[in-house]
């Protein structure tokens, strides 16, 4: 129960809703299974809603691999690379998840 006060007050501090509200549209949900195609309309519909579709994914990513640092500059970093992976045509259907992935491994993406 200790947490609630910690959590309401993150919330808050974010400019976050304490409450969950109505789906906003400039705000799609965002899925795991997000492709590059579905991502890269992100990037032009609401200034925040790819950043925020990074952030979810990468810490989702990080959390299920037992990595517990948001190393400096990493999101610049994996924004770039989500970036120019996605922008191939050819990578649409590849989620953004394994773009993730991949970055977090240092492999070529």
Request: glycine share 10%.
């Amino acid at each position: 129960m200790a947490r609630l006060p910690f959590l309401l007050a993150s919330s808050v501090a974010l400019g976050l809703p304490a409450v969950a509200a109505a789906e906003d549209p400039a705000y799609p949900p965002i899925a795991l299974t997000l492709t590059c195609g579905e991502f890269r309309p992100l990037l032009h519909a609401q200034p925040k809603a790819a950043g925020t579709a990074i952030i979810w994914l990468d810490g989702y990513y990080a959390a299920r691999n037992g990595l517990s640092e948001l190393p400096s500059g990493w999101i610049v970093t994996v924004s770039r690379g989500i970036g120019a992976v996605c922008a191939r045509p050819a990578n649409a259907g590849r989620t953004v998840l394994d773009v993730i992935a991949e970055l977090h491994r240092g492999t070529k993406a």
